[in-house]
């Protein structure tokens, strides 16, 4: 495999249901609904939600910045042709990475204008040391170097997002056509 595991399955089960116990403790009794970021925090929101036993709706929304493995000189585009209708309710968004912080942070933005009640944030991955824009996630499954990952959602060129870690790309993969062998 020409990835090696960073956060193994069972670490990140673990970390993923404290989170969840977590936002359900904080949201009990509110209005909440998730919103998620696709495609990269397809599976955190899957299993998320199973942690979360308080009533709440989810949503998504569809942004996409990155081309590869590089965000240099790309554009953030938002599709919300999807997303809900987040009037009066306390929206928390949800994402897979946070690296910039320009997706965040200009989808707490989107939301906030769409009349939610309150807006804050979850992602599963913080990168250290990568960070443009000022934004403190209010929960963050685990902090990483400053490496490319790929699995449990994260893509690497479209592929990877099934592997049920997180891992890193061994030397060599990157700028190479993810299938090879
Ligand atoms: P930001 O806007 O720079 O914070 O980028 C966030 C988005 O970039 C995430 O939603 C991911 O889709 C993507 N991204 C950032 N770092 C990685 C990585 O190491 N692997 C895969 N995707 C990443
Ligand atoms: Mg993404």
Redesign the pocket.
């Given at each position: 495999m020409p990835v090696e595991v960073l956060i193994p399955e069972d670490a990140l089960r673990a970390r993923i249901h404290e989170l969840g116990a977590e936002v359900a403790r904080e949201y009990a009794g509110k209005p909440l609904t998730i919103v998620a970021?696709l495609t990269?925090s397809l599976i955190v929101l899957a299993d998320l939600i199973r942690s979360i036993d308080v009533p709440h709706r989810i949503g998504l929304v569809h942004?996409s910045?990155?081309r590869g493995a590089t965000?240099t000189g790309s554009t953030?585009v938002i599709n919300e042709a999807l997303a809900p209708d987040v009037a009066d309710r306390d929206v928390l968004l949800l994402?897979?990475?946070?690296?910039?912080?320009?997706?965040?942070a200009a989808l707490v933005d989107h939301i906030a204008v769409r009349g939610a009640r309150s807006v804050r944030t979850a992602v599963l991955l913080r990168?250290l040391g990568?960070q443009i824009v000022p934004l403190e996630p209010d929960y963050c499954g685990f902090t990483i170097p400053d490496?490319?990952?790929?699995g449990y959602g994260?893509?690497?060129d479209d592929d990877y997002r099934h592997l049920p870690y997180v891992g890193v790309l061994k030397e060599g993969m990157i700028g190479r056509p993810p299938r090879d062998p």
């Open positions: 970021v990269g942004a910045s990155y965000t953030l994402d897979d990475i946070l690296d910039t912080g320009r997706t965040l990168k990568r490496a490319f990952v790929v994260l893509d690497y």
